[in-house]
């Protein structure tokens, strides 16, 4: 039963459009959630996070949003980049439970030129 | 500053040969995981720890096991490798925020 539902396994966009990637969650006890990059042969690094006392947080060109009553994120890449072509996970996890992640299976974003 | 360090980068194994994927970190972070990355699947938890002498199980623990000798050292073992253990492995720590650090990863092929 997955926890973190990212249901589009690929997104296409083109470059200087909005890219929105989508993460749903089934457990509401979730209080932190995070957005992963990961770009082929490489691990996955951190981009972005929102606790779930707000409702939005921006950082340059990325933005996440989150909707508790929906139970479900959103990231926001404005304006995408042909760099920004990677593989984006959502991650939740519960506090105190020692930082245990638990991912999605991922959406793999292309931005085209 | 190396982060977070993964050896081997790649390995082909034998069914029934073991071996030890080591992870290194040099941030002083208390928490250290494994994870796999199949296609399709996204990461999945085998084993975690809290600090130096502990472990404990993730999601999918059978047919590996951990070690925590050291702070800085969270080593993955497979004491008999089955096709079905072909995967990326990622080893990541963490800061008390939860933000994770990860390896490059390890590509282990069983055949």
């Known amino acids: 039963d997955q926890q973190v539902k990212q249901n589009s396994p690929s997104l296409s966009v083109q470059e200087g459009r909005i890219s929105i990637l989508n993460c749903d969650y089934t457990?509401?006890?979730?209080?932190?959630f995070l957005w992963y990059k990961k770009y082929p042969a490489e691990g996955p690094t951190f981009l972005i996070s929102i606790s779930s006392i707000k409702d939005k947080n921006e950082d340059g060109r990325f933005t996440v949003f989150l909707n508790k009553s929906a139970k479900h994120l959103s990231l926001h890449i404005v304006p995408s980049q042909p760099g920004d072509s990677a593989v984006y996970f959502c991650a939740a996890s519960v506090r105190g439970s020692q930082g245990n992640l638990i991912f999605g299976k991922g959406t793999k974003l292309s931005v085209k030129p | 500053n190396a982060g977070v360090t993964q050896t081997p980068k790649f390995r082909v194994l034998k069914t029934g040969q073991s071996m030890t994927l080591l992870c290194a970190q040099d941030m002083n972070h208390e928490y250290m995981y494994w994870y796999r990355q199949d296609p399709g699947m996204g990461l999945r938890l085998i084993h975690y720890?809290?600090?130096?002498?502990?472990?404990a199980k993730g999601e999918v623990p059978d047919g590996y096991n951990v070690s925590r000798l050291k702070k800085q050292n969270f080593l993955l073992g497979l004491e008999s490798a089955a096709p079905s253990q072909t995967s990326v492995y990622f080893c990541a720590s963490v800061t008390g925020v939860t933000e994770a650090f990860f390896g490059q990863g390890t590509r282990l092929t069983v055949v």
């Open positions: 457990n509401s006890m979730f209080d932190y």
């Open positions: 720890s809290v600090g130096e002498g502990t472990t």
